[in-house]
């Protein structure tokens, strides 16, 4: 119901500019009705798929016609969205089917002990059998495990992968970077990505997903991190992550130290727990788990 909802007024604003909303200098204010158009639809869309990077900029490039905002709608980059969909959907899709990815997801990361935690109001996985599949996990312990293994994966996989299919394609990198400047949606994509980028970190994250003893998918979301990290950086302009950022970016570097020495308290607890069947040696190290947990969730502050 995405025309009836542009109508309404969600939270103390009209949810388009066209209808009188200005601008509160948050540009993906103008993202809140796609977003709550699918919330409608009991698909919650835009909450699950994958990084939706592509899906996210192909869908808002159609609404762009119909937007009043001017030239800078996403009609205007329908070559770039085209090209970033279809390179990140497929990066993305390719990691997760990957035979032995959902086994090894929850070998690396405190995937179980965290189904033990109160999330939000609902359980973490669908039914009470043990998850057979990625299908039955529900969204917010896959984002948070993925946080608590400090590779923040759903924040960024399938960019580096989407980028580089634009940039190679007709619009180049200065097409990418004039859809960066002038297309809110792209640069809130962006901007929230290279957040994510920020708070991850690749020695500590290398170490949890040795843990999964995957080589293979190791390299894979290892390559693709180097390849975000540096294609965000180039359409960006940013000579470092959050550049433009700098309380945010304060804030990160000093409460990683902190985060870092638990992430390291966490990685022994873990590497202990899959190597013992003593019942009550596993009790002890489950404990200290998920005090760990609790520790590097509080530092994070958007863990899922």
Avoid: C
């Avoid at 990066?91 to 997801?105: C, M, N, P, S």
Wanted: hydrophobic share 45%; net charge neutral.
């Amino acid at each position: 119901p995405l025309e009836e909802i542009s109508g309404l007024r969600i939270g103390s604003r009209p949810s388009r500019r066209g209808h009188g909303g200005g601008p509160l200098g948050l540009e993906d204010l103008r993202a809140i009705p796609w977003v709550f158009a699918w919330a409608q639809t009991r698909l919650n869309l835009p909450g699950w798929y994958g990084l939706g990077s592509g899906l996210l900029a192909a869908t808002w490039a159609g609404a762009g016609e119909r937007d009043s905002a001017g030239p800078a709608g996403g009609s205007a980059f329908g070559h770039v969205t085209d090209a970033l969909e279809a390179g990140s959907r497929e990066a993305y899709r390719q990691l997760v089917t990957t035979d032995g990815f959902a086994e090894w997801f929850a070998q690396l990361s405190p995937l179980a002990e965290i189904g033990s935690m109160r999330l939000g109001s609902r359980p973490a996985r669908r039914g009470l059998a043990a998850p057979a599949d990625l299908a039955d996990l529900r969204a917010i312990p896959w984002v948070f495990a993925w946080a608590q293994t400090r590779v923040n994966l759903p924040g960024w996989y399938g960019l580096g992968s989407g980028l580089r299919a634009a940039i190679d394609g007709a619009a180049g990198l200065a097409g990418v970077q004039a859809a960066y400047r002038e297309w809110p949606l792209l640069a809130v994509l962006l901007d929230n990505a290279e957040m994510s980028l920020a708070k991850t970190n690749r020695r500590i994250a290398s170490r949890y997903l040795a843990l999964g003893d995957n080589a293979q998918l190791t390299a894979e979301v290892l390559r693709e991190y180097d390849l975000t990290r540096d294609l965000v950086l180039r359409v960006t302009g940013h000579h470092r992550l959050l550049a433009d950022r700098p309380v945010l970016a304060r804030a990160v570097a000093l409460r990683d130290p902190y985060v870092d020495a638990l992430s390291q308290l966490q990685l022994r607890a873990l590497g202990a727990l899959r190597a013992t069947d003593d019942p009550g040696e596993r009790a002890s190290l489950e404990r200290f788990l998920l005090l760990t947990v609790n520790g590097v969730a509080a530092g994070l502050q958007n863990t899922g």
